[in-house]
């Protein structure tokens, strides 16, 4: 039904395949991730993932849309839209070690 809707509203015609491959998947950042601590604006998400994140749950409440200055802490619960492959790299970035290759770099 969504995609009948987008066809309606827009111009060109739908990415169909895009469409069909994106979910939604709760992520939670690990202990001592290399994220956590940064701001959304640092890690980039969509430009280094091409995921949105679109929300964080955090101490039983929820960030609705976060803002690039929103930092991301351990235990956050974040609410991840992509592709399996953009979700795994985002994935990868949670979990790479301090001093790999997907270590944040310094502002």
Known sequence: AAKKFLATV???EPATADFDEVRI???VVPPGSPL???RLAEL?????CGVQLTG??????RILNPGAEETLREGDEVLVLGNTE???AFKT???DL????GEVPSA
């Open 10 to 12: 827009s111009a060109a």
């Open 25 to 27: 998947e709760v992520v």
């Open 36 to 38: 956590a601590g940064h």
């Open 44 to 48: 980039a998400p969509t430009r280094r």
């Open 56 to 61: 964080i749950g955090r101490n039983g409440g």
């Open 86 to 88: 953009q979700i795994d």
């Open 93 to 95: 970035m949670l979990f």
């Open 98 to 101: 301090p001093g790999s290759a």
